[in-house]
């Protein structure tokens, strides 16, 4: 059980929102695939599709032997939650905190609210599920009908989406983000759930919460095509696309199979869903690397098992498509990027420290019969608490319900496989042994600097000791609209001089696609692993650098890791400057050696020998923002290694080993 509680989640949840600037985009000329939509056309799937009355993809309340024979500590921890929103206030969201992004940035404030008001709902309408004895139903219906009358389900971060730009929504143009997605589902599950009981308090809740979802969610999404997420467009920008894809379109197929009672027009809903994934597949290489890190797996490759699990279920089985091998490959990316416990490879904007959906990890794992996915996902989910503080969206709150018995059963331990290559993504990992803990690990990337949630970060490595973190990806710092603005590489988080890389003639590295490693190779035996790039085409020109071959290695039978810079530049006189990233207490014992100790290290310590001639300097940077905090603990700090002049040609070498 972990101790996150439901501010952190919000905190989360609002993280994994990218603009279309940042989104992840397919190569010029990415093929068009059809994975997914080539078989099914909307008159084959016209044909197949349940009816809405006919698919029971959950049990209602009204199955009483279902919900009455729930697991007692999960039906305790619900009808605690009801009990604690039931007679709660429905926090007003007014126009001034909406203006709060707009005038300054800030986009915390009003997500608080507006996922506070979410919650409040979905805890009330569990409660009646779990006891339907109807002392419920009127906050439900408070909180559905208080739901319907915001001028705007989504968040204002996202408003840019709308033609009138930033600011307040337009009520005459509604447009589908993250957020509105999310409520319109809260709202069909909430509808599907409790039926015909909301008619107790007013037949209007039920015939007013159908409305504004099809007014606001499902009409704007069979109309359109030209919402980004959609990836819909025309080769240039509104073909980027990357976890709105998946997690919006699993929303939108939710509320058409629950709530389209026309037959023809849902199964267009469900293949133009189809088509949009296919669009997010084409952007994948063979891999199944998410570019976007493991934390934003969870709403990437996971919200794609949403919807292939929706359209699973709602077919009886006859629409499945987990023998395409792309969609294993992106299943079993989750456990290729952990560490250990809830330590995972972050790239980008992700967090080091995170726990995914247990019981949908199990879930996939079974899908595409991976032993080692569904073990992890039983690692996680049986560690995870019963209590709806775990929040998560309510349809795979569900899932995990009535899936409860079968993941308290299931084998649980930590994969934890020796080697981790990823060409297509450009990623590699090695720890000293398979299955274990103990030793050395080190991961590294290449790619470019043009990926979704993207940090200035080619070849960048991190350094685990006894699965605890000693050279470490920051992360980022809480979302303003400056991260997702054109300053974004102002903020110290994105930059590489805040990344395990080198630092030319004050130049660091610059954003864009074009800026890419090159050369890239990688080897792997029982006696070590091997990853080496060149990563000068990284660094705008002014940099001065003609070739940076960096080469990271493991040592397993020494339990020793290596990192070689070989470089080539332009022009005599450089100075140059290592940048190492750590949360652990960093000492000098002697001349050319650094210590690592203590922190998310634990009892573990790390010894890092640097070429004479390094100056050594530490800088620390107080952890004060609450999302660093909450992954690192206490402060941070930046070891410098510099070199006021360096050689045209030259080379420098880490030793890394555990103390």
């Not at 049990?59 to 999960?74: E, K, Y």
């Not at 004895?133 to 204002?156: H, K, M, S, Y």
């Given at each position: 059980m972990h101790d996150w509680n439901r501010r952190d989640f919000l905190t989360r949840t609002a993280a994994i929102a990218a603009t279309p600037a940042l989104a992840q985009r397919p190569?010029?000329?990415?093929?068009?695939?059809?994975?997914?939509?080539?078989?099914?056309?909307?008159?084959?799937?016209?044909?197949?599709?349940?009816?809405?009355?006919?698919?029971?993809?959950?049990?209602?309340?009204?199955?009483?032997?279902?919900?009455?024979?729930?697991?007692?500590?999960?039906?305790?921890?619900?009808?605690?939650?009801?009990?604690?929103?039931?007679?709660?206030?429905w926090q007003p969201l007014p126009a001034t905190l909406f203006l709060?992004?707009?005038?300054?940035?800030?986009?915390?404030?009003?997500?608080?609210?507006?996922?506070?008001?979410?919650?409040?709902?979905?805890?009330?309408?569990?409660?009646?599920?779990?006891?339907?004895?109807?002392?419920?139903?009127?906050?439900?219906?408070?909180?559905?009908?208080?739901?319907?009358?915001?001028?705007?389900?989504?968040?204002?971060a996202h408003l840019d989406m709308q033609k009138r730009g930033t600011g307040l929504p337009d009520v005459t143009e509604p447009v589908i983000d993250l957020f509105a997605a999310e409520t319109a589902s809260l709202i069909a599950w909430s509808i599907y759930l409790l039926g015909a009981r909301l008619d107790a308090v007013h037949p209007m809740v039920r015939e007013r919460g159908a409305l504004e979802v099809e007014r606001r969610i499902l009409a704007p999404f069979r109309e359109r095509d030209d919402f980004w997420w959609m990836g819909f467009g025309d080769g240039t920008a509104r073909d980027r696309v990357n976890n709105w894809n998946p997690w919006i379109n699993s929303n939108c197929l939710t509320c058409a199979l629950l709530m389209d009672r026309n037959p023809e027009r849902r199964a267009r809903t469900a293949h133009k869903t189809l088509r949009s994934l296919d669009r997010f597949l084409d952007a994948y290489g063979a891999d199944g690397g998410c570019d976007e890190g493991p934390s934003y797996w969870g709403r990437a490759g996971a919200s794609l098992f949403d919807c292939l699990e929706l359209l699973h279920s709602a077919s009886a089985g006859r629409v499945q498509f987990y023998s395409v091998p792309l969609i294993g490959e992106i299943g079993r990316y989750i456990y290729r990027a952990h560490v250990c416990d809830d330590w995972f490879l972050n790239i980008g904007d992700g967090p080091a420290r995170m726990q995914p959906d247990g019981d949908l990890v199990l879930r996939y794992g079974k899908r595409i019969d991976d032993a080692r996915m569904q073990n992890l996902g039983a690692y996680f989910g049986q560690r995870q608490s019963a209590d709806p503080e775990d929040e998560k969206s309510i349809g795979r709150q569900l899932a995990t319900l009535f899936d409860s018995e079968v993941l308290r059963r299931a084998p649980a331990n930590q994969p934890l496989i020796r080697d981790v290559w990823m060409p297509d993504l450009q990623v590699m990992a090695a720890r000293r042994r398979e299955g274990s803990r103990e030793g050395l690990y080190l991961a590294a990337q290449g790619g470019h600097n043009g990926k979704s949630h993207n940090h200035n970060d080619v070849g960048n490595f991190v350094v685990y000791a006894d699965g605890r973190p000693a050279l470490i990806d920051v992360g980022v710092e809480t979302y303003t609209a400056k991260t997702f603005s054109e300053d974004r590489y102002q903020i110290w988080t994105m930059q590489s001089g805040y990344h395990n890389l080198p630092t030319v003639n004050g130049i660091m590295q610059a954003p864009g696609p074009e800026y890419a490693a090159r050369a890239v190779s990688y080897e792997t035996g029982d006696a070590g692993a091997a990853f080496s790039l060149d990563i000068a085409a990284a660094y705008p020109r002014e940099a001065g650098l003609t070739k940076w071959i960096r080469t990271l290695s493991l040592d397993r039978t020494r339990n020793e890791i290596a990192v070689r810079d070989a470089w080539q530049l332009s022009q005599p006189g450089s100075r140059i400057a290592w940048s190492l990233m750590t949360a652990c207490e960093v000492a000098q014992p002697r001349q050319g050696e650094v210590r690592l100790s203590g922190g998310p290290l634990g009892s573990a310590s790390v010894r890092l020998l640097v070429d004479e001639g390094l100056a050594v300097a530490v800088e620390e940077i107080p952890a004060e923002d609450p999302r660093l905090r909450s992954v690192w603990g206490g402060p941070l700090r930046r070891i410098l290694l510099k070199a006021e002049t360096v050689p045209v040609h030259g080379e420098r070498s880490l030793r890394i080993l555990q103390a």
């Open positions: 190569a010029a000329g990415a093929p068009r695939r059809q994975l997914l939509s080539g078989a099914w056309p909307p008159d084959r799937l016209a044909r197949i599709l349940l009816s809405v009355d006919d698919w029971k993809p959950f049990p209602a309340a009204s199955a009483r032997d279902a919900w009455q024979t729930l697991p007692g500590a999960a039906r305790e921890a619900l009808l605690a939650a009801g009990k604690r929103s039931k007679g709660s206030r709060e992004y707009a005038r300054t940035g800030n986009r915390s404030n009003f997500e608080r609210v507006q996922f506070e008001r979410r919650s409040q709902l979905r805890e009330l309408v569990l409660a009646e599920c779990v006891e339907a004895q109807g002392r419920f139903l009127d906050d439900i219906a408070n909180g559905i009908w208080a739901t319907c009358e915001e001028t705007f389900w989504g968040v204002p």
